[in-house]
């Protein structure tokens, strides 16, 4: 039996907003994590590309004592667009396809967006 290769259509790429109102970290990163995977489209190949708490996080610039550590609270004050890109990434492969997939991905604070002439189909994030 051979495999099943889908043809990649470039013509096929839909644009999605997502919103993200109200609904939980991480049941959002799932589903924005399998729409850049293609698992929502019956041809899902796994090594092709579809085209589409008191948790602290950590920086360290590379110097000694150079590590710096926010709470949750204090990244959504400044920039909740990085909570929902870091829960993303962690939920795309650890390779150069998660690398590509990634830059997919646009996060925009508000309703607003730039992209509209990108016609992005709307998508209700789970609760």
Do not use: C
């Not at 995977?37 to 008191?54: C, F, M, Q, S």
């Not at 990244?75 to 998660?98: D, S």
Request: zero cysteines; glycine letters at 8%; charged letters at 25%.
């Amino acid at each position: 039996m051979k495999t099943f290769l889908p043809k990649v259509n470039l013509d096929q790429r839909k644009w999605h907003v997502v919103d993200a109102d109200g609904a939980v970290l991480g049941r959002l990163a799932v589903q924005v994590a399998d729409i850049l995977r293609g698992k929502n489209k019956p041809v899902y190949t796994p090594h092709l590309d579809e085209k589409e708490t008191d948790k602290q996080f950590m920086t360290y610039s590379g110097w000694k004592g150079g590590e710096k550590y926010r709470t949750v609270a204090e990244i959504r004050a400044r920039h909740p667009e990085k909570l929902i890109h870091h829960a993303v990434k962690g939920m795309v492969p650890k390779n150069r396809l998660g690398q590509q997939l990634l830059t997919k991905l646009k996060v925009v604070k508000g309703p607003n967006h730039p992209h509209a002439a990108q016609m992005p189909a709307a998508l209700k994030a789970a609760a």
